[in-house]
Each structure stands twice: as C-alpha cells, then as structure tokens.
C-alpha cells in the first residue's frame, strides 16, 4: 500500500513536519466487527467475577423440621434453608467462580488495533517530535492547552515516568505503552497523543 503523511506537532502546538505511515496500519477502512469483538474481549477478561450467592448448605438454620408433616394447615417444609423460604439458599446464584474469559485471535486482534488506529488517524491521532517535560502537572497542562486538548480525554502513549509524573493527577488523561494498547483504550479516549518514534514502533509491530 502507499504511504500516508501524518502532520507532526511540536509541544508549543505548532506543525514542525509530516511524518510518513503505512497505509496498511493507519489508513484501512475501519472494520467495525472486530473492533467490537476485541472491545468485548477487553471488557469480558476485565471481570472479576466475585459476585457469589449463598446456596441451602452454606446459609444457617434448617437443623429442626420447622413443623409437623401433616395436621397443621400448612404446606410440608422440611427445612427453613429451603431456597422458597426468606432467608433460605438461592439455587442458581452465582458461585464466586465464574470463568467469563473470552479470546480473539491473533489476525483478528491486529485487523482490529489497526481499524482503531486508522480511525483515529483521520483527525484525532496528534503526533508529536517529542514530548519533554521535568514531572510538573503545569509543564504538561500547557503542552495539552497548546495542542488544543485541555478539554478533550486523552490517551497518551509514552513510557517516560516523567510525563506519568507531569499527568497523572489530570483526571482527562490516561497512559499506555507502546507494547500495551488495546482496542478498548483506542477507542474509549477522545485523542490519542504520541510521539513520532513511538508511532513507528507501533507501525513495525502491526505491519
């Protein structure tokens, strides 16, 4: 495929150059189902599946026939742990557990981290030279404000501990590796925000 030209910024907001990507990574038609099942897969494996109900043997009481068999009026109990009595055991409750882990393959998971980078691509993806900054929050508002994305969630993709540091306490702001993308977090923030180099590492590993 042909090469696609991404602008490049530098931190004070001005366009410094253009940066040449693969159009085979940042420029296919987004394919909606995978990007939808590698979001489901995100959100399924994320659960943590402690939610747990009490079943008739673990729920206290039920030592003593509450009454009679016959002769009262009432219907036959055998058991105050019986799940039709208030209090007794629930019968197909969930049991603490569950498994509701789910996979993608490994074609498909790629097909989908590049429908999602293409998609950003077209205007919310923001390239940057570089990104410096010594670990202050206002180093890094005044980068966001530059850029025009004070107001925007975004996702920046760095490894730097510094600009972790600088951004952390943002409330709109998240943080991946390169090596630690996924679907969901592609598509969950407004912006994505990364430097030149870490785009071509990106581009190397979807290629």
């Given at each position: 495929m042909?090469?696609?030209?991404?602008?490049?910024?530098?931190q004070?907001?001005?366009?410094?150059?253009?940066?040449?990507?693969?159009?085979?990574?940042?420029?296919?038609?987004?394919?909606?189902?995978?990007m939808f099942d590698?979001?489901?897969?995100?959100?399924?494996n994320s659960r943590q599946a402690t939610a747990k109900t009490k079943k008739r043997f673990e729920v206290s009481g039920g030592g003593k026939?509450?009454?009679?068999?016959?002769?009262?009026?009432?219907?036959?109990a055998g058991s105050t742990r019986s799940p039709i009595w208030v209090g007794g055991g629930t019968?197909?409750?969930?049991t603490g557990i569950q498994n509701f882990k789910i996979k993608?393959?490994?074609?498909?998971?790629?097909?989908?981290?590049?429908s999602a980078f293409s998609l950003k691509a077209k205007e919310d993806l923001v390239v940057l030279d570089s990104l410096k900054v010594s670990g202050k929050t206002?180093?890094?508002?005044?980068?966001?404000?530059?850029?025009?994305?004070e107001n925007a969630k975004t996702l920046i993709i760095t490894s730097d501990p510094l600009v972790y540091q600088?951004?952390?306490?943002?409330?709109?702001?998240?943080?991946?590796t390169v090596g630690n993308i996924s679907v969901y977090d592609l598509l969950n923030f407004a912006k994505v925000l990364v430097v030149a180099d870490d785009v071509k590492k990106i581009e190397e590993v979807l290629k």
């Amino acid at each position: 495929m042909a090469d696609l030209n991404l602008k490049v910024y530098s931190q004070d907001g001005t366009e410094v150059s253009s940066l040449s990507v693969s159009e085979n990574v940042f420029g296919i038609e987004p394919h909606q189902q995978v990007m939808f099942d590698a979001v489901l897969v995100s959100e399924a494996n994320s659960r943590q599946a402690t939610a747990k109900t009490k079943k008739r043997f673990e729920v206290s009481g039920g030592g003593k026939k509450p009454w009679r068999q016959k002769g009262t009026g009432r219907a036959r109990a055998g058991s105050t742990r019986s799940p039709i009595w208030v209090g007794g055991g629930t019968v197909f409750g969930p049991t603490g557990i569950q498994n509701f882990k789910i996979k993608q393959n490994k074609k498909q998971h790629k097909l989908a981290l590049k429908s999602a980078f293409s998609l950003k691509a077209k205007e919310d993806l923001v390239v940057l030279d570089s990104l410096k900054v010594s670990g202050k929050t206002k180093e890094m508002v005044a980068v966001l404000k530059a850029l025009k994305l004070e107001n925007a969630k975004t996702l920046i993709i760095t490894s730097d501990p510094l600009v972790y540091q600088a951004a952390g306490n943002l409330s709109n702001v998240g943080f991946r590796t390169v090596g630690n993308i996924s679907v969901y977090d592609l598509l969950n923030f407004a912006k994505v925000l990364v430097v030149a180099d870490d785009v071509k590492k990106i581009e190397e590993v979807l290629k």
